[in-house]
């Protein structure tokens, strides 16, 4: 009967033998055992050692070394957070992603922030082995999370499945577990844009904040002398009701992008801020939607823009809304002092409402063709579903509904 080839990755028996001292009088052992290559052959390794046991564990940590290199440095045992990395650089250097979708898998994968209780991989399961990421747990983690928050499961869900189905390219596992997962509902919430009395009462409460006052909902006395409130974020949000643009955006928009002398005025979204792992902000040379896009600017934010213009100290980015120290500003830092600065009261409007609350208006004068167009979106399908607030009250179609009645 002929031998049994050898499970590739495996080895056989190892031979040793006794080598000629070498030239300084040290003994010199070798030890050799047939292996199967990662692509199929058997071939004849050998290491040389001070001793028998020597040379014998050398082997042996050959062996090892190109087991994992063949396996690609995944394999059954890889747990969870470092196949996150792996599959992390993946996609960073087939740039088959925004850097902005990067972070945002980043921001899931984990682990989570202090003092903070949102749910990440890394926090979750970030410590199961490959093999013992099996459909029955995985599913219970994303149950889990969907109790409450079925958007930020099904985001999970899709990084897993990535992540996973990696590990099947490189034979760690040979399905993806995710697969047979149940389904995960998807939220129901329609999209909700600000009114024109919303928007004014906003603003009242903003103002008054950014003045350093006492808030309402303030538990303890504001000490004198903290740290000033941000003075621009009525104009940030001028400037985002003015665009429809994202937060990202319009913190990178530079005087270089905005001719307020032509008729009529307009601003030219040509990028976008992102945080870059390992490198910190960074202004992205193009916005979300890849390509630029320009808009015409009406009268306040002329006016809003103006006033910034007279009052604006050089930066190494041009960028209109600097920090405080003349660097790019981070849209993190902006969306905490917006959250300080609506209060509970308004905890519903982020700075992404205003993008709806622009589409939602030109949708009901004009129509969503326009509303896309004006948010940078290449068809309304997308306008429609996630930023065009349904209305609450029919148009007035009597005029044709009387058509229905028995009696002309």
Known sequence: MPRQPLPIGHYGNIATKQLADSANGQARWRASARYRDHDGTTRTIQAIGTSK????????????????????????????????????????????VSIQTIQAYRDEIGPATTGTDTITI?????????????????????????????????????????????AARHDAIATNPVRETASIRRGKADPRALTLDELQALRSRVRLWMTGAQMPEDKKPRQKGGQQRNQQLLDVVDVLLATGARIGEVLALRWADVDLAASPPRATIAGTVVRVDGQGLKRQ????????????????????LMRLKMNATPNEHDVIFPSDRGTLRDPHNLRRQWRDARGQEWAWVTPHS???????????????????????????????????AKAEEAPDLTAVLNRLGGRQ
Do not use: C
């Open 122 to 166: 890394i926090d979750g399961i970030g410590n199961l082995r490959v093999r013992e990421a099996t459909t029955s747990r995985i599913d219970r983690f994303l149950k889990g999370i969907a109790t409450n928050h079925p958007s930020k499961a099904r985001r999970i869900k899709a990084i897993l499945s990535g992540m996973l189905g990696m």
């Open 285 to 304: 040379e193009f916005p979300k939607s890849k390509k630029p896009r320009i808009v015409l600017l009406p009268k306040f934010a002329v006016d809003t």
């Open 354 to 388: 205003f993008r709806r609350t622009v589409a939602t208006l030109v949708d009901r004068e004009y129509g969503s063709k326009e509303a896309a167009a004006q948010l940078g979106h290449s068809g309304t399908a997308v306008t429609e579903k996630h930023y065009i």
């Open 53 to 96: 046991a020597n040379a014998i564990q050398r082997l042996k940590n050959s062996i090892t070394d190109r087991t994992t290199q063949n396996a690609g440095d995944i394999t059954p045992d890889t747990r969870l957070h470092e196949l996150a990395k792996l599959w992390i650089d993946e996609l960073t250097i087939e740039n088959r």
